[in-house]
């Protein structure tokens, strides 16, 4: 059975801090993995990832694959106030066309 | 924001009542994928339409039902509601059935049943 664990669950840094954030998965058929931000409702779209060890950037925000462990990581550096969210982790199969996620990992950045 | 819409944005019914919720695509999108995420967990897929067709369909049971309109809408019923199917559900919006990756999410229906 497809399979993404988040770790950790939730947690609370101080404005500034770095944090990593986990995902592993299992999943027939890989295609991508990707990276949402969920701030109230709606799941806003950061990094797709295909191919192992290439870094993807945005900003304070990066992300790695590892195809052969089969994990990735999000990266956020000197952390603010409004990085405050849910991280998804969602991986593609082949098949459904759609998407696998993880049950996400609350951050919340206090000042 | 995205383009995509939904609506109600809230909704309370009575478990064994039936719901119809909405989603407006984004425009010139023909993909709709409907997930739904309950309290503390990662959104779950539940189907997805193509083209007025339904292309793929998740772990739920057959009380849950979609269709999209040739304006490329959808709705998503479901009948006999349980006490469990209180969750927020997600519509999401793509050009092609193939771009999951591109998919452009609404904000949600937060559905309570009691």
């Known amino acids: 059975e497809d399979k993404v664990v988040q770790s950790p669950l939730s947690l609370v840094v101080h404005e500034g801090d770095t944090v990593t954030l986990n995902c592993s998965y299992e999943?027939?058929?890989?295609?991508?993995l990707l990276w949402y931000k969920q701030e109230k409702k709606a799941p806003t779209f950061l990094f797709m990832l295909t191919s192992s060890g290439i870094e993807k950037k945005s900003g304070r925000l990066s992300s790695i694959l590892d195809k052969k462990e089969l994990f990735s990581i999000l990266n956020i550096t000197a952390t603010q106030t409004g990085d405050s969210a849910i991280y998804l982790c969602?991986?593609?199969?082949?098949?459904?066309?759609?998407?696998?996620f993880g049950t996400g990992t609350r951050l919340t950045v206090i000042p | 924001e995205t383009g995509v819409t939904q609506s109600p944005t809230h909704l309370i019914k009575t478990r064994g009542q039936q719901v119809t919720l909405r989603c407006s695509s984004q425009s010139g999108h023909n993909t709709v994928s409907w997930y739904q995420q309950a309290l503390g967990q990662g959104p779950q897929f539940i189907f997805q339409y193509y083209r007025e067709e339904e292309n793929g369909r998740g772990n739920f049971p057959p009380r849950f039902s979609g269709l999209q309109f040739p304006n490329y809408s959808s709705e998503l019923n479901v009948n006999a509601l349980e006490l469990d199917d209180s969750a927020l559900y997600l519509c999401?919006?793509?050009?092609?059935?193939?771009?999951?990756?591109?998919?452009?999410f609404g904000p949600g229906t937060r559905l309570t049943v009691t």
């Open positions: 999401a919006s793509s050009l092609d059935p193939g771009l999951a990756y591109e998919q452009y």
């Open positions: 969602a991986v593609e199969g082949t098949g459904a066309n759609n998407l696998f």
């Open positions: 999943v027939t058929n890989f295609r991508s």
